[in-house]
């Protein structure tokens, strides 16, 4: 199982190489690529943290504001009926709106990644 490391709302999922005897990883919940490494965890957690802060320098440079981290919210706006639906569904099946919603997203991408 990958290892997380958390830093200034980033995070950054955390491998093993064995034949490169290396500790390497990237930056997830987002579109930009920050990818680091290292021998040791602490060597690599410090990377993780320079690659970050060198992302936000390479930013500041090129006078853009720096991607932040999906945050895992999703505003949707949709028809007064379909929204009506969508509540009488989610309430015959005894979950909220939400809970309704991301299980038929989930289905969709599971649908989705399997073509």
Request: glycine share 6%.
């Amino acid at each position: 199982m990958p290892a997380l490391f958390k830093y200034k709302d980033y995070t950054g999922v955390v491998e093993v190489d064995t034949e490169a005897k290396i500790l390497f990883g990237t930056v997830i919940d987002m579109t930009d690529v920050i990818t680091f490494q290292g021998e040791t965890i602490e060597s690599t957690h410090q990377a993780f943290k320079d690659s970050i802060e060198d992302y936000l320098e390479f930013c500041a440079e090129l006078g853009r504001d720096p991607e932040k981290p999906f945050s895992g919210k999703l505003h949707l706006r949709t028809q007064p009926e379909i929204h009506r639906q969508i509540f009488r569904v989610a309430k015959r099946q005894g979950v909220s709106i939400n809970t309704w919603i991301e299980q038929v997203l989930e289905q969709a991408l599971a649908k989705e990644t399997v073509k």
